[in-house]
């Protein structure tokens, strides 16, 4: 086997991982083919994902604005912690659908970083101001 063989394999292997997320995840097959798209065109958000794959954490590695998707996800789990009155709304207990969006709010990011690192810092979770 050639090394375009072995990658070809390798990406097939990875997109069948995201499409088995998707239904652990409850989302819809298409929310995960556009996902795996984007996440195919992204070398970062690949490594990320291969790494991810094969050892069941994040590597940590690619970074937009100082954030790699262990942030993302740590800022998902603590933002939805307002949301624990409506369960149908909340990530925070959902490992599949966490993983999945980070990866998708990091191919967001690639594109309008300031956006998303804006509303990260904004939307903490806390609920301080109710107090």
Excluded at 7 to 20: H, N, R, S
Excluded at 70 to 83: E, G, N, R, S
Aim: glycine letters at 6%.
């Amino acid at each position: 086997m050639d090394k375009r063989e072995e990658l070809e394999k390798a990406l097939k292997i990875l997109e069948e991982y995201v499409d088995g997320l998707t239904v652990r995840a409850g989302m819809e097959p298409a929310y995960g083919k556009r996902l795996w798209q984007g996440i195919r065109q992204s070398a970062g958000l690949l490594r990320e994902l291969s790494y991810y794959h094969d050892y069941g954490r994040f590597l940590c590695e690619y970074q937009i604005m100082g954030y790699t998707l262990a942030d993302i996800l740590v800022w998902q789990v603590d933002h939805f912690k307002l949301y624990m009155d409506r369960p149908e709304e909340m990530n925070r207990y959902k490992q599949y659908r966490l993983l999945l969006t980070a990866l998708d709010m990091m191919l967001k990011m690639e594109h309008n970083p300031a956006g998303i690192v804006e509303k990260m810092r904004s939307e903490t979770g806390q609920d301080i101001l109710n107090a």
